[in-house]
């Protein structure tokens, strides 16, 4: 299959196909920009921790660089949890969401009440856990997206970095993307 662009990852496969553009990113939005108690640093390291599980070279590096731009220990801590979730140095909750998270990525009856439960003694809300699921479920549908049309991917981590600085958000970056091509 041949793109009609060159852009990297997710950005080439939504200029090849804008009208599902929109959709995923307003799903984008939602899971890591929206309301809600988990901050959007939580969020976004949710998605680049299952990102990571899944070998998606593109979603992780682009998801830690948001992560690392708002978490405290930025991309220090990014790394730990990659390499050694139980011992990194997150808090108890975050800690058994991103559990949560990697059952989800080994397949959605991975998650099991004990996993719930875990989640909820460290002060976990029910919201928290919807929104952590929908999250891992929902990144490994675009990891699954980006790498099975083997998009591009940049392996300098600057690149990310300087992408998750600019943007406010998904939908909005989309939007600027449409207006500089157009």
Known sequence: MT??????????????????????????EVLLCGDGTLTRGERELIAAHVSSLNRCRFCYHTHAAFAAARVPGGMALVDQVREDLPNAPVPAK???LLEIAAAVQRGGQEVTGEHVEAARREGATDEEIHDTVLIAAAFCMYNRYVD??????????EHYAERARLTGGYVATWHDALKKAG
Do not use: K, M, V, W
């Open 3 to 28: 793109l009609r662009t060159d852009e990297p990852g997710i950005r080439g496969l939504f200029r090849y196909r804008p009208e599902a553009a929109q959709p995923l990113n307003q799903l984008s």
């Open 94 to 96: 975050l800690r058994a």
């Open 148 to 157: 099975g049309l083997a998009t591009l991917a940049c392996d300098d981590p």
